[in-house]
Each structure stands twice: as structure tokens, then as C-alpha cells.
């Protein structure tokens, strides 16, 4: 199938960082151009790695840790400090402007996907933050003589990952209940039949959310995503495991149908119809958006919504010639597929 402007590889992004400490690949608008309020970077951290601490001018944060343990600190407004301890499984929500780091503090590589609320996020670095201030300024700010600064390596640039200089310190707290945290993969999935499940981090399960929202949707063979749209919302999805093939309508009357594998990434514009098949054994994918509380129309409520006669006249038939469509007064989200992929 040819190339779609809905879909590119994260894992082939554009590369931030590289090298023995890992690696951060990111798509943002500037190599992805269909995004709006949506972006996502993937990285992978070596043991004994720290994601340096930063802050985003202008973008909320929402991580996903696919393997490893994170310690993750974070500095929030009003004084406020957290450090948590986030697994494979778990899930992670830091809010604009809030200083955080991020540190691989088990024995494996540790592989995180992070979206943002913004489709160019603005990063600021603790360091560059440093560099920014004279020595002067940075003794009166901590009651030292300028000098004390002065071996200090200071310059406006961002190393990104940085290497830990001994064992890692995990506060004895480290698990404890955390707004910031939601173990998205050990909840009851709301969404929950023999051929799929969908697994929700939104606000009524998880209410720090701000802007962003997470769904972790698996489909085995004989399932599928109904069509649907999103009203108010764009969907950014990640392919973790497993092979689907995606239809999308354009306003312009266009369909495009494209195949997803491990590591790609496809947008979603707002309100856009679209549906997902999978092709293989399952897949799992984690599916963002950019409301907190996402909301959709699927297919089958649409056609139960209507009467008969407006069915029959929107399609140009007898009503008596229309499908058996069933009656729901909720959307299933997934389907059972009884026909073979045509």
C-alpha cells in the first residue's frame, strides 16, 4: 500500500538522543505535519540513565512504561514534591511547567512511550536553566559566594541523558498512592468481551488528567475496533504488538486504508471516521487523545438512532431492503468479526 500522511514509524523518527545511555526518538509536527495537540517520543534508558530534569513550557505529559522501573521525581507547583516508582504497566502524568526526571533505576533497559498535549512541546532543562544565571545570582539564590559555581559546567545546551554516579535511591515511599501514577494495566477493564478489552485512563478512573487520555486496547483475531469518530477529540495511536490494517475517511471523500505494524504511529484528526482490523493472531495498542475524558459515535448506535424511512432515504433503497440493523442504546467499541477481511 503506498505511504499515508496518517501514519509515519517512531521507531525510525527523527533522533534526539543516541548513544550508550539510550536513546530518545520523538514525531512532532515538524516531521509528522497532520499533528495538532498531539505529539509522542519513545525512549529507552540504559540502567543507571536519567532523562535529565526538565520541564515543558507549554505541554502536559503523559508516559506509558512498556518494560522496566522508573523512578520518576517531580517538582509541582506550590512547593509540592513527589517520587515515584512506576513499572512496566503503569502510567504517569506530569502537568506543564511542573520539573521532573526521569531515572531507569532497575537492572533492564527501560522503554517508555511519552505523548504531550502540544504538537511542538518547549522543553527546559535544569541545566540550561543553570547556564542562564550568572555565578552571582546562583550564590545569592543559595546564601553562597559566587565562587562556589564556578567549577560548575554551565551552558544553555541540554545533554538529555546523563549517567547516575552510584546506587540509585529509591525513597522507602516510593510506592505509595500518587496522583501523578495510575497502574492502568491492573484495572478491571471497563471495555471487556472474549474477543478484546480496553483498558481506560481517563478522568472518572484517573482525575489529574489534564488534556490527555490513554486507552490500552487489545483485539485478538476475531475482534474488531467498530467504526467511529471522536467529536471533540483527536486520537494519536502506538502500535505495540500485532499487525492491523486502518480505514479513514477524509473530508474530501478520500479513503485511506493503510497497514500498521510494531512501532508505528497514526493520527487521528477530530471527528474523522475511521475503524481498525487486525490482521494476524491480536494486537495492542495505546491509543491517545487529547481530552481528558474522551467521547465517541460509533457505527452501531448511529444506525440505531434513526428511523427505518430516514435509513432507507439516506441510502437511496426500500426500507425494506435495508440490513437488519440491531437495536443498542450503547456503542460495544469492539466488535466480534464474523466475516472474513475482505
Not at 72 to 97: K, L, P, Q, Y
Not at 117 to 133: I, K, N, T, V, Y
Not at 201 to 219: C, D, E, G, V
Request: proline share 7%.
Amino acid at each position: 500500500m503506498p505511504v499515508s500522511r496518517h501514519v509515519r514509524s517512531l521507531w525510525s523518527a527523527a533522533t534526539v538522543h543516541d548513544d550508550a545511555l539510550g536513546s530518545i526518538r520523538r514525531l512532532t509536527a515538524d516531521e509528522f505535519p497532520l499533528l495538532e495537540r498531539l505529539s509522542i517520543k519513545r525512549m529507552l534508558l540504559a540502567a543507571g540513565s536519567i532523562r535529565e530534569p526538565h520541564w515543558h513550557a507549554n505541554a502536559n505529559e503523559l508516559g506509558y512504561v512498556l518494560g522496566g522501573t522508573v523512578l520518576i521525581t517531580i517538582v509541582d507547583n506550590a512547593d509540592a514534591v513527589s517520587c515515584i516508582r512506576v513499572a512496566a504497566g503503569e502510567m504517569f502524568h506530569i502537568g506543564s511547567g511542573a520539573l521532573h526526571a526521569i531515572e531507569n533505576v532497575g537492572d533492564d533497559t527501560a522503554e517508555l512511550v511519552i505523548v504531550f498535549s502540544h504538537e511542538r512541546p518547549q522543553d527546559f532543562s535544569l541545566h540550561a536553566a543553570f547556564g542562564a544565571m550568572s555565578n552571582a545570582v546562583l550564590g545569592n539564590t543559595y546564601d553562597l559566594a559566587a565562587g562556589e559555581f564556578a567549577a560548575l559546567r554551565r551552558d544553555t545546551t541540554s545533554p538529555y541523558l546523563v549517567r547516575r554516579q552510584g546506587p540509585a535511591m529509591v525513597p522507602a515511599d516510593a510506592d505509595r498512592t500518587d496522583p501523578h501514577r495510575f497502574a492502568i494495566e491492573a484495572q478491571s477493564p471497563p471495555v471487556d468481551f472474549a474477543y478484546g478489552q480496553a483498558r481506560v485512563s481517563r478522568t472518572q478512573f484517573w482525575p489529574a488528567l489534564r488534556n490527555l487520555s490513554m486507552y490500552s486496547l487489545r483485539i485478538a483475531d476475531d475482534g474488531m475496533r467498530e467504526p467511529h469518530w471522536h467529536p471533540e477529540t483527536a486520537e494519536l495511536g502506538y502500535v505495540h504488538r500485532g499487525q492491523a490494517r486502518m480505514s479513514i475517511l477524509d473530508p474530501d471523500g478520500s479513503v485511506d486504508t493503510y497497514l500498521l505494524q510494531p512501532g508505528d504511529v497514526y493520527f487521528i484528526p477530530r471527528a474523522y471516521p475511521h475503524q481498525i482490523e487486525v490482521l494476524g493472531d491480536d494486537v495492542h495498542f495505546l491509543v491517545f487523545f487529547d481530552q481528558p475524558t474522551p467521547g465517541d459515535v460509533g457505527y452501531r448506535l448511529a444506525a440505531s438512532a434513526f428511523a427505518p424511512g430516514v435509513l432507507a432515504a439516506t441510502f437511496g433503497m426500500e426500507a425494506a431492503g435495508l440490513p437488519a440493523f440491531p437495536k443498542t442504546v450503547h456503542d460495544p467499541l469492539i466488535v466480534a468479526r464474523i466475516n472474513a477481511l475482505d
